[in-house]
């Protein structure tokens, strides 16, 4: 049996929660909040972590607030904006798809996302901003084409997740296709698009990201009781009256959108999405989507990779999409041989 607790609230609403899960996402808002911190520390000039905590409420130094404040602070929270709009996504992607391959990076979105970028870098050597908006449309498209290709009396889970493979593919192929029209200093700055960083990333990154996590997330988890339902069956939940279709769509877009707002941010940062979802349901040990917990789960993910990335290879800094593709690469073969082994592909 789980540990749940029953709250009620002095107007008879009642509230029913998963210590456990509780317990998880405090630990890891603290494990993501710390590493933060010390990534903000982290550079050429460091700072300890009193200093960074001083300066952040205001107490710091001129020199420690320009640094903290105008150069590092935004990077820092761009990275913790798109992990936790990566690890969200995934759930929602994992949940609806019924499959733990399920996730953007499998499924094509943020290929798609790529290839929007790149039609503005190759073909109109297009600005930051046209860039950005660029990867969104691109991610639109990529996943509207897939849920009109994966419908089928509405969209399944393997249906879903083949059409995502063979559309990546087919996106890919696009990507390549582009680099090989580009002069040498537009494929440049494309392959280092590319990569996934966040690298020069400031204060004109984090608004447009926060202010599109502030609608979905909300808008998610209003809706993440349908989902739960979901996963017992459409027909099930019809019967307790989830209007599946309109919940699977609505979450889907906000799936996409969260996704290619974090890829137009930093880049198509790889298997964050993928592994955000399993490592959360791993530590809570619940079946559900685990929609907050894999939100946490990917900002904690993607700062604490940033850092390994300044601080693990001295001067020669890697980009965190390179870091996170060898982490998520690794995690992605064990998952297989996991899945095999139970049967389940």
């Known amino acids: 049996m789980r540990n749940t607790r029953t709250l009620r609230t002095p107007g008879g609403l009642s509230l029913r929660a998963d210590v456990r899960a509780l317990v998880v996402v405090a630990a890891l808002l603290l494990a993501a909040s710390a590493a933060s911190v010390v990534l903000i520390g982290t550079g050429d000039f460091p700072i300890s972590f009193g200093d960074v905590l001083k300066t952040l409420f205001g107490n710091g130094t001129a020199g420690q607030d320009f640094i903290v404040n105008e150069l590092r602070l935004p990077r820092v929270l761009v990275?913790?904006?798109?992990?936790?709009?990566?690890?969200?996504?995934?759930?929602?992607?994992?949940?609806?798809?019924?499959?733990?391959?399920?996730?953007?990076?499998?499924?094509?979105?943020?290929q798609g996302a790529t290839s929007g970028a790149l039609v503005v870098i190759v073909?109109?050597?297009?600005?930051?901003?046209?860039?950005?908006?660029?990867?969104?449309?691109?991610?639109?498209?990529?996943?509207?084409?897939i849920y009109l290709l994966a419908w089928k009396q509405g969209v399944h889970g393997y249906r879903l997740v083949l059409v995502g493979i063979g559309v990546s593919a087919v996106v890919t192929a696009?990507?390549?296709?582009?680099?090989?029209?580009?002069?040498?200093?537009?494929?440049?700055?494309?392959?280092?698009?590319?990569?996934?960083?966040?690298?020069?990333?400031?204060?004109?990154?984090?608004?447009?990201?926060?202010?599109?996590?502030?609608?979905?997330?909300?808008?998610?988890?209003?809706?993440?009781?349908?989902?739960?339902?979901?996963?017992?069956?459409?027909?099930?939940?019809?019967?307790?009256?989830?209007?599946?279709?309109?919940v699977r769509m609505l979450l889907m877009i906000a799936a996409v959108l969260l996704t290619a707002a974090a890829t137009a941010a930093a880049g198509p940062v790889s298997f964050v999405a993928l592994t955000a979802p399993q490592l959360a349901r791993r530590l809570t040990r619940s079946p559900g989507?685990?929609?907050?917990?894999?939100?946490?789960?990917?900002?904690?993910?993607?700062?604490?990779?940033?850092?390994?990335?300044?601080r693990a290879f001295g001067a020669d800094q890697l980009p965190v999409g390179v870091v996170t593709g060898v982490l998520g690469g690794v995690y992605l073969l064990w998952l297989l041989v996991t899945e095999r082994k139970a049967g389940r592909i």
């Open 123 to 145: 073909l109109m050597s297009g600005s930051a901003t046209q860039v950005t908006v660029g990867a969104l449309i691109g991610g639109l498209l990529t996943g509207l084409a």
């Open 289 to 310: 989507p685990n929609l907050v917990p894999s939100l946490c789960m990917g900002a904690a993910l993607l700062v604490t990779a940033d850092w390994a990335s300044q």
């Open 174 to 246: 696009v990507n390549g296709y582009l680099l090989t029209k580009a002069d040498l200093v537009d494929a440049t700055r494309a392959v280092v698009w590319m990569t996934g960083s966040l690298n020069g990333r400031d204060w004109s990154q984090v608004w447009p990201l926060l202010a599109l996590c502030a609608v979905l997330v909300p808008l998610v988890l209003a809706n993440a009781r349908g989902l739960r339902m979901m996963e017992m069956g459409d027909d099930v939940s019809y019967a307790l009256g989830v209007r599946v279709e309109r």
């Open 79 to 110: 990275g913790l904006l798109v992990g936790a709009s990566l690890g969200l996504g995934g759930a929602l992607f994992q949940a609806i798809s019924r499959n733990p391959l399920g996730s953007p990076d499998v499924l094509g979105l943020s």
